[in-house]
């Protein structure tokens, strides 16, 4: 199979985007397949990483979701003879999904939320907990849909550990920090704020932030003056291992929390954009992670009194939260998805 990705990462885009569909380009190089993206210009500081997993990189000088872009796509879709266009990014919507049909494409549309007024793409994803075929009533009756976190896009670093058992801890004392590859509103230092000054024996905690985090000198001094144990990280390659060494993880409400999922971590989740909320909600209503909204973080003391207060319940909870979150992914998504389109392809 070859897949065309067409998805863009930016300081406020984030990478979450480029990074799921990462995981689909993957597992589709596994299989023999090949995979190309196509992004805007300020993906480039992905471009590496891409490279580097085997897949290749274009970019567009459109507007994203504009008719020239979709043009660009159509035109590097047919040059490569690609089996698939995989659209991943709020501004792809109905009439993006229509001109790739309307082009004799074949297309998959990755979404969180039913963010477009109508559904072109043969196939729709939508990985969250939360998905719902209500979201996508308005869609073609040839539309197939992939709900749920069956379909949860894991990078193949955390392939090896689908089935690893994780060891309770007798005290949570060690703390994993990860709130996304931008970050554009410096969370990531309110966390270190409030983690020097969480008074827990032993305590300490590795921050990772990304290639795109603006904010990064910042970060550095503010862990270079800690008197807690606290070790900055940057384009970390060893994320399932940072996960098996923490007891406890801080993360944002993206594609993380099914990573943490999987490697049956608690977590903390700051909804740090909008189309996170629901999901993360869902997830403290089935009692498997502590939420802080977006509102919470502006009231003085809230996020250590919800740090202390998380480590504090781990104590009693912790071997029920990690075996809930084993159940929510099997790690097997990306595979999943791919029979899906193999599938497809023959009729």
């Known amino acids: 199979m070859h897949l065309l990705i067409r998805a863009d990462a930016s300081t406020q885009i984030g990478t979450g985007h480029v990074m799921r569909c990462l995981a689909l380009a993957q597992a589709c190089l596994a299989e023999g397949g090949q995979a190309h993206f196509l992004m805007g210009s300020e993906g480039a500081s992905l ?14 000088s459109a507007q994203g979701g ?27 919507g109905a009439d993006y999904q229509k001109w790739l049909k309307d082009a004799g494409l074949k297309v998959l549309a990755i979404d969180d939320y039913g963010h477009a007024s109508h559904y072109w793409a043969d196939v729709v994803l939508n990985q969250n907990i939360t998905a719902d075929e209500a979201l996508y009533a ?9 709900l749920g976190t069956r379909y949860a896009l894991l990078r193949k670093e955390f392939w090896p550990w689908r089935d690893w058992q994780r060891q309770i801890p007798p005290v949570a004392t060690k703390v994993l920090v990860t709130l996304g590859g931008s970050d554009p509103d410096n969370v990531t230092l309110l966390v270190i704020q409030a983690l020097q000054r969480v008074d827990v024996e ?26 807690t144990s606290i070790t900055l990280k940057q384009n970390v390659t060893n994320m399932p291992e940072l996960m ?12 993380t929390c099914w990573e943490t ?17 629901e999901s993360a909600l869902k997830l403290a209503q089935l009692g498997l992670a502590l939420v802080i909204k977006p509102e919470d973080l502006a009231v003085e003391g809230k996020l250590c ?35 899906t389109l193999n599938d497809l392809i023959k009729i």
């Not at 977590?267 to 189309?275: D, G, M």
């Open 202 to 227: 032993g305590m300490e905690a590795i921050v990772v932030v990304g290639g795109s985090n603006p904010h990064y000198e910042q970060l550095e001094q503010a862990v270079n003056s800690s008197k």
């Open 261 to 277: 999922a999987l490697m049956k971590l608690p977590s903390l989740v700051i909804v740090i954009a909008e189309n996170q909320r």
């Open 305 to 339: 009194h919800s740090l202390s207060y998380f480590i504090n319940l781990m104590g009693n909870s912790y071997a029920q939260t990690s075996e809930g979150l084993r159940r929510l992914v099997d790690g097997y998504g990306s595979k999943h998805i791919l029979d």
């Open 47 to 60: 471009a590496q990483r891409i490279l580097y997993e085997g897949a290749q990189v274009s970019y567009g």
């Open 138 to 146: 308005s869609r073609e009756p040839y539309t197939q849909l992939l």
């Open 66 to 92: 504009s008719k020239a872009d979709a043009e660009g796509a159509i035109a590097l879709a047919k040059n490569l003879k690609a089996d698939w266009v995989v659209v991943d990014g709020y501004h792809f």
């Open 244 to 255: 098996v060494w923490a007891d406890l993880a801080i993360t944002a409400g993206g594609s």
